[in-house]
């Protein structure tokens, strides 16, 4: 059974930073790209960022610059490194796996940040 | 950026019925698009692919049909567990630039 487990979420300061994890079981981690996604309270879902299995990333320009996408293969884990966090970043972050870049065919249960003073 | 529009934002439809929900993209996307179901403090949970294609367990009242810029969703006979907040997302760009809508919640009448 895949599983993926979001871990890392609190309470920051504007401008600080937090790091997510997502552990990975129950499937050939290696093999998958993989993503992470948000969702503010009472907004929608909004795609964060990327990562292939080549280790090539993407993100949208919301989170360019500010937000790092990474995995570590031999611990089937993703991170999510995010710097000088805003307000507006505040969201339940979830992490999917990719099926060939296409659509999202697996979510973990999410882990909140809050970005607040 | 592609702009998915999902309409209506609120559903309501009793149980036993029928539900239709749509999704309309701002450029052609052919049949890259999928749907999720989310309800609160879950996983979103992926029901169909390529426009068409249910994912692996889902139930066939779920139907999905439509390309390039209009497509829909059908529940053909609510249960109570479809009552969740529906989201479509397209997938048709590279390098990826993936774009939800804003979910159509489907309630209780």
Redesign the interface.
């Known amino acids: 059974e895949v599983q993926?487990v979001e871990s890392g979420g609190g309470l920051v300061q504007p401008g600080g930073s937090l790091r997510l994890s997502c552990a990975a079981s129950g499937f050939t981690f290696s093999n998958y790209d993989m993503?992470w996604?948000r969702q503010a309270t009472g907004?929608?879902?909004?795609?964060v960022s990327?990562i292939g299995t080549a280790g090539d990333t993407?993100y949208?320009g919301s989170v360019k610059g500010r937000f790092t996408i990474s995995r570590e293969n031999a611990k089937n884990s993703l991170y999510l490194q995010m710097n000088s966090l805003r307000a507006g970043d505040t969201a339940v972050y979830?992490c999917?796996r990719g099926?060939n870049?296409?659509?999202?065919?697996?979510?973990?249960?999410?882990t909140l940040v809050t970005v607040s003073s | 950026e592609i702009v998915m529009t999902q309409s209506p934002a609120t559903l309501s439809v009793s149980p036993g019925e029928r539900a239709t929900l749509s999704c309309r993209a701002s450029q052609n996307v052919s049949s890259?698009l999928?749907w999720?179901q989310?309800k609160p403090?879950?996983?979103?949970?992926?029901l169909i692919?390529?426009a068409s294609t249910r994912?692996t367990g889902i139930p066939a009242r779920f139907s999905g049909s439509g390309s390039g810029t209009e497509f829909t969703l059908t529940i053909s006979s609510l249960q109570s567990e479809d009552f969740a907040v529906y989201?479509c997302?397209q997938?048709n760009n590279?390098?990826?630039?993936?774009?939800?809508?804003?979910?159509t919640k489907l309630e209780i009448k």
């Open positions: 993926l993503h996604v907004k929608g879902l909004e795609w990327s993407y949208p979830y999917a099926h870049w296409n659509h999202f065919d697996n979510w973990g249960q999410g | 890259n999928a999720y989310h403090g879950q996983a979103p949970r992926l692919y390529g994912a989201y997302q997938y590279w390098p990826p630039l993936y774009t939800f809508g804003q979910g």
